[in-house]
């Protein structure tokens, strides 16, 4: 897979269109979901918008995989030369750090996720003096059912590091005892937040997300509130192929001033904001409503 990773990010995509046209019209993967998601989210849309929506997410969805695989082959150099993604405003996370004991970045499965590993690459590419170090990010994620594609992934989404440490992912079940024996350490975590409530979580009631009533965990916050993080929301806007936007908005200096549920709402509303602008670039596929 490394080596197969080594090329061209144009090959990568050349396949990812065919894994594309495979997915949605052979394998079909997921499309009654999709349709359903997609046709709820936007009420007031016509039908040929709402295909719009549907066929541009499937380009997106292959070029996911494309860019993911590519990423496995890449170092700090190689994506601050392809540019893939630019951090418009690296001074806001920079200012939390050294405002707060750590900063919570709640990201989502906009864009593409798999790429937040080179996050350091990113934030660094034009010159600009980051206040922390690459070992000191941290990014949160659930494990995979089978072990070797879990071990897999976790490897690929520490490919770009220059040291790839212990701690550059931590599963979800171990992240609150890991953040309490560091919180004299500053650190960066980021979390996707989206998803739904998984088996034996906690269900928060957010109310209305995308035209319909949405549950949410709040693991995350819960454990910045109780450490007083700061908290940031991450936008990653797909600006064309090869090249995403990411933004950070803050959310509050301080979660120990706020309830969880209160942050999760004004996450659900910028992640909302978001999916309105660039309707394609989410993860449409997945049961985010059970």
Known sequence: MVLFAKLRLKFHYFMGDILSWVVKNVVRYRNGIVWMNISRAFPEMKYWQLKRIYNDFYKHFGEIFAESIW?????????????????????????????????????SHCGNWELLGGFYAYITKDGFTCPFEEDQLTVVYKKLSNDIADEVFALNRKAALAV????????????????????????????PADQTPYKGMGRHDMGQFLNQQTYAMTGGVGVACKLSH??????????????????????CADASQHKPEEIMRKYYDLLEAEINETPANWLWSHKRWK
């Open 71 to 107: 990423f496995g082959g890449s170092d700090h150099k190689r994506l601050q030369k392809a540019g893939i993604v630019t951090v418009v405003n690296p001074e806001v996370i920079a200012g939390l750090y050294n405002e707060s004991p750590s900063v919570t970045v709640l990201c």
């Open 164 to 191: 790839p440490s212990p701690h550059a992912v931590i599963e979800s079940k171990s992240i609150l005892r890991f953040a309490i024996e560091n919180r004299k350490t500053k650190r960066i975590y980021g979390y």
């Open 230 to 251: 700061s908290v940031v929301y991450m936008k990653m806007k797909r600006v064309e192929r090869g090249r995403y936007e990411m933004s950070l908005i803050p959310i």
